[in-house]
């Protein structure tokens, strides 16, 4: 049963982003307000099976690839629509709940049974860790969403200096400066956190040399951004190529390169 | 010297760091680190193993040219702090006259409904002839420049902590002291794989006591939950099982117990004994007798199983015990006994204070990107015939709000 309500949130999530790509490709507005409705309802749902399974594991449901990847997309969900109800612009959603959908997606393909937490895993930092993380990685592929989306408008003639596309540049910058600080606070938390389990707060694990490899990029995004001016199409496929590390950081790492973060 | 001092505290250089350590850094996570010799030439064949053993691949974040990358991005980071301090005096003001200066935005007519709304954003106004300039978070100058300061210093301060350490490894027995070699004690108290409730909770009891004879109180160390005592730190590092052999000497009515954590030969003139070869968990003995034994060491020690080997008079006969059966040779009788779990600690001794400021400097870099990204300084000069805003950062935000402003007003 629990699972189901899972699957429905995914079915409405694919929904919303087949209403608002087609509501975006034609220009309706009414189409991307119940893109906006359907994505409200595939979170609320999302929500009740996070919260639900969070009470039935006895703990944050963080813990394994499949609930990081949930609750990564929960986190893409919730500032989509936090942006939507604060900017009102229907671009918003068409860069966000493609990746909400597509990270739910990956993690409906991931072993979903509860499993008890390891004891490395039972830390007063892994709320803060953990939960920074799905954030910093939900702004940061908003971001990238916002890139792509830059692009697509451009390729198809639309200029560079209309205010939706100096919005959604402008926008993709601040989620990155977000998705960057929160970064920081994952890495130094988890830098303290290792420092408590393992005796090193820093020891080139895989999963940490990535985190630092995506941060570093970030760092040169927001220092072309900031000191050499760079805008608009560098800046969209910059966000795009850290995107990339991102999504290795998280998913591929794991698959790939084994290390002291094997059990995430 | 002025290019070559100007150039290595530039951004070029800063970038081309930063990139040199993400090669690096995939370099380092994609080949396997620290592992011997041998295994990087079975992976990746004579020439290309021979390679990366000769370029130092295979330990590539302790190469002298990745520390020095290190030590030029302190560098750099250094100099570029020291051109921003300088920056920073009176940049509220430079950005106030920059706004003063700037082209106008026309919106005649609008100051009052300006003046309104920048207020009500928490702007503080400053009236001067025929302008008034808005300002608002000008401490937020300082955020690149406690972003470089806190970067720095996390980059120096983790070093410290990093090198500045010792660190070693060591197993226990339960029941038995070890002694550092500063003379202070740690005594393993206890040691449990699970909890009460069967959930797995590696955790040692342990007592500590220093040099002049100062004692800790007990505690109960787990994975997260180091034990700290002076300048030590201890550990729940990893845990092993161990077999036990009671000996008893029948003609000096001596007994002694051995704990057996690798292959040994226990014996008393040399020649004759018992070879200690593995103890395993359990067995399965099928319907015809034969027993097959059980070799994954994961779980619990059910059944415990000796192999052994019983060497007399020159000759070998292989014997599987099990705990307190007697095995006698002339006047020497082995006993094994019930195995025994035992942990491995790791032992760091560190400076006090060391990470304390480590934490300090990661709490400073996450307080400057705060500032730096969130308390972006922002002046909005206001003339009768229209605005101009100044910032060092991009204010799409704000400069689409005030043209919504002006837009709504022309359109009543």
């Known amino acids: 049963m629990r699972d189901m309500v899972f699957f429905a949130a995914l079915l409405l999530y694919f929904a919303a982003m087949i209403v608002q790509i087609v509501s975006a490709a034609l220009g309706r507005q009414k189409g991307c307000r119940a893109a906006c409705a359907l994505l409200s309802a595939g979170l609320a749902l999302h929500t009740v099976y996070s919260v639900w399974r969070g009470i039935a594991a ?31 612009q229907t671009w918003v959603l068409t860069a966000s709940i493609p990746a909400a959908f597509l990270v739910m997606s990956y993690a409906a393909f991931q072993p979903m049974e509860i499993r008890d937490i390891m004891p490395a895993l039972r830390s007063t930092w892994f709320a803060l860790h953990i939960g920074s993380a799905i954030f910093s ?19 198809r003639g639309e200029r560079e200096d209309s205010t939706a596309m100096r919005q959604a540049d402008y926008m993709g910058y601040r989620m990155i ?16 956190w290792a420092e408590q389990a393992w005796s090193k707060w820093w020891s080139w694990d895989p999963k940490e040399t990535w985190a630092l490899i995506t941060w570093i990029i970030y760092a040169i995004y927001l220092h072309q951004r900031l000191r050499m001016n760079w805008q608009g199409r560098r800046m969209a496929l910059l966000s795009l190529a850290a995107l990339v590390c991102v999504l290795f950081t998280f998913a591929g790492v794991n698959l790939l390169l084994p290390g002291l973060h094997s059990y995430a | 010297m002025k290019k070559i001092r100007a150039f290595l505290r530039s951004m070029t250089f800063g970038m081309l760091l930063l990139a040199a350590v993400i090669g690096f850094s995939f370099a380092g996570s994609m080949i396997p680190q620290q592992r011997p010799a041998m ?32 030590a030029a991005l302190a560098l750099n980071l250094t100099l570029c702090s020291v051109v921003r301090v300088r920056r920073l005096r009176g940049s509220g003001e430079r950005l106030k006259e920059r706004a003063r200066a700037a082209q106008v935005i026309a919106a005649p007519g609008q ?24 300002s608002k978070c000008l401490f937020g100058a300082y955020g690149s420049f406690l972003t470089h300061l806190g970067l720095l210093a996390v980059l120096l301060a983790g070093a410290l902590a990093l090198y500045g350490g010792q660190i070693t490894d060591q197993t226990v027995m339960p029941g038995q002291t070890l002694t550092l070699p500063d003379g202070t004690a740690i005594e393993v108290l206890s040691f449990r794989i699970e909890d009460e409730t069967g959930r797995l909770d590696y955790a040692s ?12 109180a007990e505690a109960l160390v787990r994975v997260n939950e180091p034990m700290r005592f002076g300048r030590y730190k201890v550990y729940q590092q990893t845990y092993g099982t161990a077999g036990t052999m009671r000996l008893r000497n029948a003609a000096t009515g001596g007994e002694d117990t051995v704990y057996l ?21 359990g067995y399965i003995q099928d319907e015809d007798g034969s027993v097959t034994l059980i070799t994954s060491t994961s779980g619990a020690y059910a059944d415990p199983v000796y192999d052994l080997r ?17 095995l006698t040779l002339g006047d020497i009788t082995y006993i094994p006994g019930e195995p025994v779990s035992y942990p491995g600690l790791r032992i760091k001794a560190i400076a006090p204070g060391m990470l304390g400021v480590l934490y300090a400097s990661f709490v400073l870099l996450i307080a400057a990107l705060t500032i730096c990204f969130f308390m972006r300084p922002v002046c909005v000069a206001v003339r009768p015939e229209g605005y101009a805003i100044a910032s060092p950062k991009p204010q799409l935000g704000l400069q689409l709000e005030l043209e919504a402003l002006i837009r709504e007003e022309e359109q009543r």
């Open chain 1, 58 to 88: 006895g703990r944050l449901p963080l813990a394994n690839q499949f609930e990081f990847a949930s609750g990564f997309a929960w986190a893409i969900a919730v500032l989509g629509l936090i942006l939507h109800a604060r900017l009102r």
């Open chain 1, 177 to 192: 400066c977000l998705g960057f600080l929160l970064l920081t606070v994952v890495i130094l938390s988890g830098a303290i």
């Open chain 2, 39 to 70: 295994e990087y030439v079975s992976r990746y064949g004579a020439t290309v193993g021979g390679l990366i053993i000769r370029l130092g691949l295979d330990d590539v974040f302790a190469t002298p040219v990745f520390l020095l990358l290190m």
């Open chain 2, 310 to 326: 019983v060497m007399a008079q020159g000759q070998t006969t292989p014997v599987l015990a099990f705990p307190g059966e007697e």
């Open chain 1, 137 to 155: 990685y939900a702004a940061l592929a908003i971001a990238g969403g916002l890139g792509a989306y830059y692009l697509v408008r451009l390729s």
């Open chain 2, 261 to 281: 954590t690798e292959p040994a030969f226990l014996t008393a003139d040399g020649q004759n004994g018992v070879f200690f070869a593995a103890l395993y968990p």
């Open chain 2, 205 to 216: 009891g342990l007592r500590m006591t220093d040099a002049q004879g100062q004692r800790s």
């Open chain 2, 111 to 134: 100051a009052q409904r300006l003046d309104a709304f920048l207020r009500r954003r928490g702007f503080c106004a400053q009236a001067g002839e025929g302008v008034t300039v808005y």
